[in-house]
């Protein structure tokens, strides 16, 4: 059994409030990442692929292929995109970052099977000082 | 002559865009930095001061202090804000990179001054990929 | 299952060495890392603590509240202070990045129960080529 | 339980491809990687061990002693070598991250055993956008 | 005058050494990096340009047009390329980071012309601890 | 003319403070820097040399060299000491990073003449925050 992490980056506006909790609450709740004008991040997404070294080509598997699952399915939806606004597979949920390594995991999960792997963790880090993982349950 | 830098840091939501264009002029000059529903960015920036060394402390000037100017002059202003619309300094500029660097070298200037210092550059990483610097003239 | 971890830093001087040890034995056995003097380091603690997303906020912890227990616990504790002699949880033990992972988690824990989440790791690094970690067991 | 992880690099030539394959068939499968003319990375190797902590020194491991295993027999086979020509344990087999994860810790692991603790991973990192891991099993 | 840096990323092969040269005077002189068997590098390159902030778009130059001209120009000669080999610009040179710089310059110069900046600096980073800047004189 | 640049590495212990000022002045003017247990950093230092390239070698200087004279003469006296006790060319000096970084320009200057370049630059990074550098006058 063999870990291969692929990193890809995106840049995204988000805003973390309840549109049932009045300005007030959401700033009490989620401090200046509610405010209502949007701010933004430069996210890494880390993805982790696990499964056994293809004796053919020394791969677990093939990078290209894995950056472009990765690009299309995650990067393409995320990129200079609003989190709350434009983004599917995060509608009605809190634009928090746990909840997007869940989503991301859940877009990811079925391509990343077809490619004769199995996904092990999305890491998606917000700043320096902040990071996320999910294992899948 | 000795040269100190900080560095702070700001998130925010920003886009790129001219109010005189139409959306599809907006994109084929901008691409998807147009994005009408903003995008966002983790900026860096490094503030570089230079002048004598004080014989009594040992210091060009006192980094709390300089810290604490950038923090009130621009974190304060920039921080989870949307530079478009937040950002007094910015207001009525493109929301560029470039222009970033020169409004926060207009606003830090006189500050440094009252420090006993000169401001020697202004930079500002939007990406690990690009930055700006501002000398001054 | 979600994991959150947070960094925080400090700056402190530290020595390896055994007071029931020659200098020679000492420098024998922990090198320059025991003289005399003192040296010392940036340190970097990653903390992750582990739990469920809370469905109110979409996180598993307030991250401000997560960094104010740390800091309060532990970065007030060492930023610009000496291991060996100022650091109550470090008396009489080896001032080693090993011993410091386990006192930091035994700080921790208590007060990241408390927060409604588990600590999974502690994890200090004490140089770009050098780090620790601490699972709790 | 401690674990410790230990930086060393190494910057190396290496090229994907299979004698029994066309060139073009290489081309297609490992792309550009397959360059009859050899390419390079600066690669990072970060070897975790586990164990428990010596109560006499306060380490897992002495770290001095760990750089030295390492860099006797891993960095000194690899530094500016050619992966495919000139490291013995890699003969035979594809220069691939996955092989060569897998090779040193097959190299390592009798060494970290007689200092007296356990390999737990080898993680190779081939540029800022890929790295493998290699827990043993 | 502004100042716009934008990093690129190639990994190459190469070797320095003279044909001139015995190979006990090659490794006399340059080290392993005479090597043979090549070794190789993941290069990071930094061109700055400078220049005024276009009032219509805010911008000293469209960055998404520079990393267009870097990458034709630069990156596609270079990438997984042997320096000493296959590089029509650094024929005939030494295929040291100085010569490189040099030689980077000198294709860039003319397209950074065309897109209406001049080209300040060419920084080439070998490893975390080598790098080289030229200015163009 | 080209620029190189080699970055070394120290660790050391060191404290703000005249010995003229009691202790609540130390505080006032130093804050904790001025700690009387000493606390320490992992310094960076990077060490920019100038010159014309030598058409013999392609190189400005020898990297090894350049390596053995920083070494030599900067970290075998700075490494693992305490600043303010043990190093004799910052004897008598507030232990600053500006008095540090034209301290080793004083010591370097003569050894990089007399590698056939020029000094140009001694850049001292205390924290990921801070970093000062000098430029000889």
Same mark, same amino acid.
């Given at each position: 059994?063999?870990?291969?992490?692929?990193?890809?980056?995106?840049?995204?506006?988000?805003?973390?409030?309840?549109?049932?909790?009045?300005?007030?609450?959401?700033?009490?709740?989620?401090?200046?990442?509610?405010?209502?004008?949007?701010?933004?991040?430069?996210?890494?997404?880390? %993805?982790? %692929?696990?499964?056994?070294?293809?004796?053919?080509?020394?791969?677990? %598997?093939?990078?290209?292929?894995?950056?472009?699952?990765?690009?299309?399915?995650?990067?393409?939806?995320?990129?200079?995109?609003?989190?709350?606004?434009?983004?599917?597979?995060?509608?009605?949920?809190?634009?928090?970052?746990?909840?997007?390594?869940?989503?991301?995991?859940?877009?990811?999960?079925?391509?990343?099977?077809?490619?004769?792997?199995?996904?092990?963790?999305?890491? %998606?880090?917000?700043?320096?000082?902040?990071?996320?993982?999910?294992?899948?349950?």
């Amino acid at each position: 059994m063999i870990y291969i992490t692929r990193r890809e980056r995106f840049n995204a506006a988000h805003r973390l409030f309840r549109e049932d909790f009045s300005d007030e609450k959401n700033l009490e709740i989620f401090g200046k990442c509610s405010n209502p004008n949007w701010h933004g991040h430069n996210y890494e997404l880390f %993805v982790t %692929v696990k499964g056994e070294i293809n004796k053919q080509t020394g791969f677990l %598997v093939n990078l290209k292929r894995l950056s472009k699952i990765i690009r299309e399915n995650i990067i393409l939806k995320l990129d200079h995109k609003n989190i709350n606004l434009e983004v599917e597979f995060m509608k009605d949920k809190l634009a928090s970052t746990e909840n997007l390594a869940v989503g991301i995991w859940q877009e990811l999960e079925p391509h990343i099977k077809a490619l004769g792997a199995d996904l092990h963790c999305v890491k %998606v880090t917000e700043s320096e000082n902040n990071f996320v993982e999910y294992f899948g349950d």
